[in-house]
Nanobody, 120 residues
Framework: VQLQASGGGLVQAGGSLRLSCAAS????????MGWYRQHPGKQRELVAR???????NYPDSVKGRFTISRDNAKNTVYLQMSSLKSEDTAVYYC???????????????WGQGTQVTVSS
């Protein structure tokens, strides 16, 4: 399974960005999809997560500003980020928990990371 993330870039504080992550390969089904971020020198942290039935959860730091969604027909997960702050600057990674053909359990796959920089 390969993940291709896109949509990062430079934006001014208060602006918006939309990240996309498309999964491809021998996918049988996809369970949870999510976005994580990593600030320099810190551990990767959860930004948003969406289950196969559409349930979502966010940490307080992004709640009300970020929205995660998925298109199951395209095996793609999106992250709409609004009211961006300088502290949102980080490398953003998508994660997909997928079952491949012939494997009865899901494995976590990670995208390559996309840089989001918010200038104040």
């Amino acid at each position: 399974v390969q993940l291709q993330a896109s949509g990062g870039g430079l934006v001014q504080a208060g602006g918006s960005l939309r990240l996309s992550c498309a999964a491809s390969g021998r996918i049988f089904s996809i369970d949870t999809m999510g976005w994580y971020r990593q600030h320099p020198g810190k551990q990767r942290e959860l930004v948003a997560r969406i289950t196969s039935d559409g349930s979502t959860n966010y940490p307080d730091s992004v709640k009300g500003r970020f929205t995660i969604s998925r298109d199951n027909a395209k095996n793609t997960v999106y992250l709409q980020m609004s009211s961006l702050k300088s502290e949102d600057t980080a490398v953003y990674y998508c994660r997909v928990d997928a079952k491949t053909h012939g494997l009865g359990y899901a494995i976590a796959y990670w995208g390559q990371g996309t840089q989001v920089t918010v200038s104040s």
